[in-house]
């Protein structure tokens, strides 16, 4: 099993910055792809984007490549995610959620996540 822990979300104006952070803990060598999700109030949840472990390579949701940077770090004994977003707008309103796969191919929306974190608030007032 994997646990995921969000933080980092808040109240945020429009125009500004939040970053992200997701811990990962449990038996986290079974990891091969991680990613951030989000649900807006009414919506389904998307991905916005998902990052294969290893060689690192990203793959985001067109609407989000620029804003949005996803980040991870895979030191010796912790293994966590970041997101860094940018030019926050109201629309981005909605609760992101970290998310981790045993599947390499999960972060291109190949195969579903299998592990969830609780997720993490985030508003944006105009």
């Known amino acids: 099993q994997v646990q995921l822990a969000e933080s980092g979300g808040g109240l945020v104006q429009a125009g500004g910055s939040r970053r992200l952070s997701c811990a990962a803990s449990?038996?986290?060598?079974?990891?091969?792809?991680m990613g951030w999700f989000r649900q807006a109030p009414g919506k389904g949840r998307e991905l916005v984007v998902g990052?294969?472990?290893?060689?690192?390579?990203?793959?985001?949701k067109p609407k989000y490549e620029g804003r949005f940077t996803i980040s991870r770090d895979e030191s010796k004994n912790a293994l966590s995610l970041y997101l860094q977003m940018n030019s926050l707008e109201p629309g981005d309103t909605a609760v992101y959620y970290c998310a981790a796969s045993r599947g390499s191919n999960a972060c291109t929306g190949q195969r579903k996540f299998e592990y969830w974190g609780q997720g993490t608030p985030v508003t944006v007032s105009t």
């Open positions: 990052i294969r472990m290893g060689d690192g390579s990203t793959y985001y």
């Open positions: 449990g038996r986290t060598l079974s990891v091969y792809s």
